[in-house]
């Protein structure tokens, strides 16, 4: 039985490339583009996951492929590491563009911060959904937050909209694998030393930074009562 | 022996003009002063009535300003929540014309905005749009910025719109006993609380109405001296009243005033103009029709026939026929759709 299924968007990337690396028995990977989760991308018929287009079957079917799964993807039984919904910078990016502002921001649209969360509620929908819908089928859930890839501008619109995702997630009973104080610098940006080497990604994180919240994941799969018995099966990690 | 009387037109006669016509047929209730063209922005305001207007507007392709933007992703049933695209400023429904000088006041930096807030469990709340967010605000800060954000919203509206259109909805306010600010409700029925010290009862008088108006249009036309205004009264009975009169005769008290003063306040101005919604669903040959069994809410059949009337008298085509709307076309508006802060007064109703 594989140990976890990595459902996630670009960010997932690294922590696939760096999970094989430490040779972990996993399966999943990045399935499509953060910006084609956002909005509902799935539905669940007859207690069937279904992704609602032809590239989300077929990325997802790969997926099971590579991995020798079969059946549905509800009907697994292994926990589920996701980066759905954290394209924090996806978000901010628009919302800085929309010229909107919330208290400590610069815009011409000041939102309250209830109205910021009924805007994440409403721009992240096809996410929420997906964490609810693996948490009504009995999953272990666990969802990693961005690498807090951003400049000093972007601060209270980055940490106000990761708060609001954070705070849905946990509601909802999913497990936040949260690395920032072994990753972030004194304002919480992202250590130069975790970022992607590549010079024109400005967004994800790089192989160092992917080994510690696979590690902080593992240990917290250790220590959940729902998968005390199977953490991940890695020499690394174990 | 001629006299003035001879050559008048038909609608100048009760018969020819009301009794004798269908009365959906009537016709030339209005002729405006002046024309409203698609392109022209068109910033919206007042009570509850003036959502029909805004709304429709949109919905015939009319240019209606929205100076604060829905933000992206709101759902529309948090669009309605947070009271985006209502009116054109977010400051909730403008029920009397003192309020509508206060706000103008506050944007144009007349007068400053008293220091009051409202608290409750933790929730701020703005005394003079105490249901603009339905939780509150966070903090006393983020009350302020929204503020001033809708203060810069109302700036803007009157800065770029070429057509102010006020909704005039009661005569009955709550003031400040020794600031005199107007409140947008009652302390303490929608947040707050009340205190017979700070808070006292004001009917607003014709002349005390007049002079309000003057103010407003003297604002308007010092920020853009092309703007056009045009009043239209509420149909709308009272929810409630607090003079100590019926609510039957209060509303007549308070719809006569509101209709007479603007009647008079457009009278030998060429850029205002009054539009007869009120007669549109109140007037005697429609005999009641266009309210709901409550006798308060104007049906949707009420509102399209005061909005084709006056689409008509814009020459804005066939008044059935909406032109291409600048925004999707939705349900006709049901009274669920409205943003009515006055009808929550029903709430405290014992009977």
Known sequence: ????????????????????????????????AGLHMNDMFFEVRDGRFRMLTEMGRERLA??????????????????????????THNFVGSFAESNFAIQGSKGKWFV???????????????????????????????????????????EPVWKAYEDVVVARLTAMGVNIVDVRSETTDARGVLRPEFASPESDDKVHANADYARIVLERFDAMLSSSPMRAKTPVQSPAVV | MSHPYENLPPEAFWRSGVADPEPLAIRDLWRPKFQIRPTDAVATAGSCFAQHFARALAERGFNWFEAEPTPMGLTEEDRRR??????????????????????????????KPPPEVWEENGRVFDPFRPTIEPEGFASEAEMVASRGATLAGIRRAMNQSAVFVFTLGLTEAWVHARDGHVYAACPGTLAGRFDPELHVFKNYRHAE???????????????????RILLTVSPVPLTATASGHHVLAATTY?????????????????????????ELITGAPFKARFYEDNLRSVSPEGVAFVMDT?????????????????????????????????????????A
């Not at chain 1, 140990?3 to 990977?29: N, P």
């Open chain 1, 1 to 32: 039985m594989r140990s976890f299924f990595l459902f996630g968007d670009s960010h997932a990337g690294v922590l696939l490339r760096t999970a094989k690396s430490m040779d972990l028995d996993f399966a999943g990977g990045s399935i499509m």
């Open chain 1, 62 to 87: 790969t997926r099971f492929n590579e991995a020798g799964l079969q059946g549905d993807l509800l009907a697994l039984d292994m926990p589920f590491l996701c980066t759905l919904g954290f394209n």
């Open chain 1, 112 to 154: 309250s911060s209830a109205c910021f969360a009924a805007m994440v509620s409403g721009l992240r929908r096809g996410c929420f959904a997906f964490y609810a819908a693996l948490r009504e089928a009995g999953k272990d859930v666990y969802a990693v937050r961005s690498p807090q890839r951003f400049d000093a501008r972007q």
């Open chain 2, 82 to 111: 947070f009271n985006y695209g209502v009116f054109s400023f977010r400051t909730a429904n403008i029920y009397t014309v003192a309020m509508l000088r206060q706000w103008l006041e506050w944007a144009f930096e007349v007068k």
């Open chain 2, 209 to 227: 109405i007049l002079a309000d108006l003057s103010a407003v249009f003297d604002i308007a036309l010092d920020v853009k001296p092309k703007m």
């Open chain 2, 254 to 278: 308070s719809k006569s005033v509101l209709r007479a003063a603007a009647g008079e306040a457009t009278l030998g101005r060429a850029y205002a103009d009054y539009f007869p919604s009120y």
């Open chain 2, 310 to 350: 006056f689409f008509r008298a814009m020459n804005a085509g066939d008044a059935a026929a909406p032109a291409t709307p600048r925004r999707p076309a939705a349900p006709a508006m049901t009274q669920d759709d409205i943003v009515c802060e006055e009808e929550l007064l029903d709430q405290f109703n014992n």
